[in-house]
């Protein structure tokens, strides 16, 4: 797993200079971006016993198509839903394919399929739909299935809300909120279906100049049911962390 993530980012690394003579014939965009944060929280369960984290990835676009890296480094010994993880551990590698579709202005679509590499756990696969209507605040319906792994309904819903204001040239504020809800999806637990988490968030980004860009961010995330907090293990968290990015 960590072999495959240093070969995916060299790639990247490649693709950027390589575009300089390939822009004429085929439009490539991507990015490159490594980050740390003081937890890993994925749809408010914590999965690195409460330490710091290094978080890697890289995405490469082409027309509407778009692969993405992306993987968590563990930074501490610990234990994660009852397995044992050293520092330098990589707990989990993401790889995604995503297709974004605008029919009409006022929609996007969002359809594709992540596969998630565990270490310790057994991997899996999800297929998302994610439906965003390009008004205030850009609501987003997101649906995932884990067609893999999950035994049960394995249907994961969320929605979201945000919007970014400028506040200088180069410097955005970012606002969000978000609520979930778990149907059986392995990821989660198969435990139980109702609400799961709620999540508000901001963060402020700076772009450098048109290449490299820093990011802060802070999300407090928490259980909407009692079932959430009970069988799924989620508690109020705090997570915050800074990414720097290079793009392309």
Not at 165 to 188: C, D, H, P, T, W
Request: with cysteine.
């Amino acid at each position: 797993m960590k072999k495959f993530g240093i070969f995916f980012v060299a790639c990247a690394l490649c693709m950027v200079t390589m575009i300089s003579t390939a822009k004429a014939e085929i439009v490539v965009s991507g990015d490159v971006y490594a980050g740390m944060y003081n937890k890993y929280i994925f749809r408010g369960v914590d999965l690195s016993d409460n330490k710091w984290v290094s978080q890697f990835g890289a995405d490469l676009s082409y027309k509407g198509l778009t692969l993405s890296y992306w993987s968590n480094l563990l930074t501490h010994d610990g234990n994660i839903l009852g397995s044992a993880f050293e520092s330098g551990d990589i707990s989990e590698t993401d790889i995604t394919l995503n297709y974004e579709y605008s029919p009409i202005e006022l929609l996007t679509f969002n359809v594709g399929n992540t596969f998630y590499s565990l270490e310790n756990f057994e991997d899996t696969n999800e297929i998302y739909l994610k439906t965003t209507v390009n008004t205030l605040l850009s609501p987003t319906l997101s649906v995932f299935y884990d067609w893999d792994q999950s035994k049960e309904t394995g249907l994961f819903y969320s929605l979201s809300v945000g919007h970014t204001f400028e506040l200088m040239k180069g410097l955005g504020l970012n606002l969000g909120a978000l609520i979930s809800y778990n149907q059986r999806n392995y990821s989660v637990s198969e435990a139980y279906s109702n609400w799961n988490n709620y999540e508000l968030s901001t963060g402020l980004d700076y772009s450098i100049n048109d290449n490299f860009s820093i990011s802060a961010s802070y999300t407090y995330s928490n259980a909407i049911s009692e079932q959430a907090r009970d069988l799924g293990g989620i508690s109020d968290e705090s997570l915050y962390g800074i990414k720097a990015a290079f793009n392309f």
